[in-house]
Every structure is written in structure tokens, then in C-alpha cells.
Nanobody, 124 residues
Framework: QVQLVESGGGLVQAGGSLRLSCAASGRTFSRDTMGWFRRVPGKERELVAFISWSGGILYYADSVKGRFTISRDNAKNTVYLQMNSLKPEDTAVYYC?????????????????WGQGTQVTVSS
């Protein structure tokens, strides 16, 4: 059974940091593009960042550029999202996603596997 399990969410004050982890199991994800999305109630799911299978290509949404860092450890089948200088507007449920075909994938529908999400709440 293929699973993506996020962890590391929580409540933090503005300016603080959190590190999200996404542990994948059930198949090898080392060739997949891995992404982090977030969703706020009443809004569309938003791409936060993605990383290519080698880690050589990174993408960040403008809203998080310079504050968030995506990384992966293929040996551990795990992807991370380091979030620094958090703002109240970063409050959302954060989802990890995997895309089998790899490449530069900006759209949620291009990702086949999804985690259950982890809540991040940033207080002002």
C-alpha cells in the first residue's frame, strides 16, 4: 500500500520555524517529483514548492521564496519542508504529494499520491 505520511505541523508564533517531513512507503519514490501544497478553507489548493528526483530542480511559490526550503533524502524516501520566518498567512493544511512521471509539475492534478495533511497554524 502506497502511503505518504506528513508530520511536523503545529502551532507557532509569527517569525518562528517548523520543519515538515513526508515519509513515503509502498514503492520507491526516488524518481518522482515531490511537492508540498497547502490549502486554506474556502480557497484552492496552492503549490508551495516542488523538488525534482535528483534535487537539482527546485521551485517555490513567490509567497514563500527565501523563507521555505524543500529537500529530499531518497535513501529514506522522505521529503522535507523547512519553514522559517513564518507568517500568519502561512496558516493552512500542508500536503505532501508525489508525481510518478517526474518533471516540472505545477498543477495538483499531475500528482498521483497524496498525504493526509498536517495543520500549520501561525499566530500573530
Amino acid at each position: 500500500q502506497v502511503q505518504l505520511v506528513e508530520s511536523g505541523g503545529g502551532l507557532v508564533q509569527a517569525g518562528g520555524s517548523l520543519r515538515l517531513s513526508c515519509a513515503a512507503s509502498g514503492r520507491t519514490f526516488s524518481r518522482d517529483t515531490m511537492g508540498w501544497f497547502r490549502r486554506v478553507p474556502g480557497k484552492e489548493r496552492e503549490l508551495v514548492a516542488f523538488i525534482s528526483w535528483s534535487g537539482g530542480i527546485l521551485y517555490y511559490a513567490d509567497s514563500v521564496k527565501g523563507r521555505f526550503t524543500i529537500s529530499r533524502d531518497n535513501a529514506k524516501n522522505t521529503v522535507y519542508l523547512q519553514m522559517n520566518s513564518l507568517k500568519p498567512e502561512d496558516t493552512a493544511v500542508y500536503y505532501c504529494a508525489a508525481a510518478i512521471r517526474g518533471g516540472l509539475l505545477y498543477v495538483a492534478d499531475e500528482y498521483e499520491y497524496w498525504g493526509q495533511g498536517t495543520q500549520v497554524t501561525v499566530s500573530s
